[in-house]
């Protein structure tokens, strides 16, 4: 499971020797300056009683919008300066992901991950740019490509100097507006010496409805998230929320966060039944 020597080496993690599969949550986006604190205190209490390294996650700005008036964030510094009080506040990790070569260096002060959209991971530049920054880095399989086609994007950070690599799958373009996941992906890209994460709700997206919002299928979320930790994942990314029919962004893909508790009790069960 978790390839401990990469997962030690964000500040702040802690359970890293449980033997559990660590756990990516949080809302899609800052949509205020109280919802992310209410949110992690959940997610914490939930992880520390089940001994799951925890990195909180939510994007300080959403680059990647169907429409051109779709929310996009409280302001640049404002959402990352409320990262680094979370983390503070809880004594966790957290991540955020960028876009551009500049936002490595800033969100990089503020935050112990950076997380490169799917959209995104070719781009070498951006990539090098992150990998310099000393961060580990989260980089999320495009859509568009391969589970073998991610060595590159590895290659990338580790010739920058960066091994502290983390790579997610998150599902491949199925026609126009569906996604599916291929789990002898997450093997493949382990061959890599990284760990790998699987992305149950993004996986979940249904892309490019004609409304201008995708869609998507939150009632699989703990379908996929059993078959991820079956077939070996390290660690799973889910995104959750209060009321996810009234989020700002992503919502019907996202987890209600009254769930998430169920949830990750079966996930520990099946990682003990794997064990046993």
Known sequence: MVKHTIIQNIPKIKNTHSGNFFLIAGPCVIEDALMPFEIAE??????????????????????????????????????????????????????????????????????D???????????????????????????????????????????????????????TER???FGYQDLVIDFRGIPVMQQNKVPV?????????????????????????GTVAKAGIAAGADGLFIETHPNPSKALSDGANMLNLNLIEELLFKLVKIIQALRD
């Open 42 to 111: 959940v997610l914490v209490t939930l992880t520390s009683k089940l001994h799951i390294p925890f990195i909180f996650k939510a994007s300080y700005r959403k680059a990647n919008r169907t429409k051109a008036d779709s929310f996009s964030g409280i302001g640049d510094k404002e959402g990352l300066e409320i990262l680094k009080q979370v983390s503070e506040q809880f004594q966790i990790p957290v991540i955020t992901d960028i876009h551009s070569n500049e936002e490595a260096g800033l969100a990089a002060k503020y935050v």
């Open 113 to 167: 991950v950076l997380q490169i959209p799917a959209f995104l991971c070719r781009q070498t530049e951006l990539l090098v740019a992150a990998a310099e920054t000393g961060k580990t880095i989260n980089i999320k399989k495009g859509q568009f490509l391969s589970p073998e086609a991610m060595k590159f994007a590895v290659e990338k950070i580790r010739k920058a100097g960066n091994d502290n690599i983390i790579l």
């Open 197 to 221: 994460a699987l992305d149950c709700t993004h996986s979940l997206q249904q892309p490019n409805q004609s409304s201008g919002v995708s869609g998507g299928q939150p009632q699989m979320i």
């Open 171 to 173: 599902g491949t373009t």
